[in-house]
């Protein structure tokens, strides 16, 4: 009887073995960098969020995305660990999607302090335009009320959708608040300087006096023109 031959199935046995696992040091380094900067963002956080109302619920998510960061981490740095223990844990990192909970926790904790700051500013510059002097700088004050309503406005949707949890919403709409080309600070300092500029006139003379009229004419010109960003240099 003819042999049989197990070379065709040695083959087939080669030819179905797994590939060698293997993982950059870069990659991992990248990602231990990536932990780094998450722990640090969420200590930082963790400390403004003492302050806050519910505090304890928010500490309490903030200790459990560390835990898990630190876990990662210790695993990513063992020495002896093989390629498939960091593999799985580089792409557990992954997975996770740990930038979009401190994005989260970021909000939440910063949210609050941004929206007092705009309403003081705001209300700094409803007092503004009502000051006598303010109303004979020949300043287009009727637009600026229009606006400080819109602001009043945004402000207090982003104040509902922070309260309803709404996050990105109340974010979205404070950014607004800068990105429209007006905001109450920048009103606000606008206002100031040509006020100074007005007074600064009485104690010049001459040419330096021609001077500063010009630039308070045009500074008005732009404000009028609500050209706000041109008024201010």
Not at 195 to 216: D, I, P, S, W
């Amino acid at each position: 009887m003819p042999q049989s031959d197990f070379r065709g199935e040695e083959f087939r046995e080669e030819e179905f073995e797994e590939p060698e696992i293997r993982v950059d040091p870069r990659e991992v380094l990248q990602v231990r960098n990536e932990i780094k900067r998450l722990l640090y963002d969420l200590r930082r956080l963790a400390r403004q969020s003492k302050k806050l109302a519910g505090a304890e619920a928010l500490l309490q998510r903030i200790n459990e995305l560390t835990t898990s960061l630190n876990e990662m981490q210790s695993a990513l740095s063992q020495g002896d660990a093989d390629a498939g223990e960091l593999r799985d844990t580089i792409q557990e990192f992954r997975d996770a999607r740990f930038w979009e909970d401190v994005n989260e926790i970021r909000m939440r904790v910063e949210l609050p302090r941004q929206i007092t700051v705009a309403s003081r500013s705001i209300a700094r510059l409803e007092k503004i335009i009502k000051v006598k002097a303010v109303q004979s700088l020949g300043l287009d004050l009727d637009e600026v009320r229009a606006l400080v309503a819109e602001m009043r406005q945004t402000l207090d949707t982003a104040a509902g959708a922070l309260a309803n949890g709404e996050y990105e919403d109340a974010m979205e709409l404070m950014q607004s608040l800068h990105e429209e080309g007006a905001n109450p600070q920048m009103l606000e300092n606008v206002i100031q300087r040509i006020r100074e500029f007005k007074n600064g006139l009485r104690r010049l003379k001459g040419e330096n006096k021609t001077q500063l009229e010009r630039a308070l004419k045009d500074a008005i010109a732009a404000f009028n023109a609500g050209d706000y960003e041109e008024a201010q240099e």
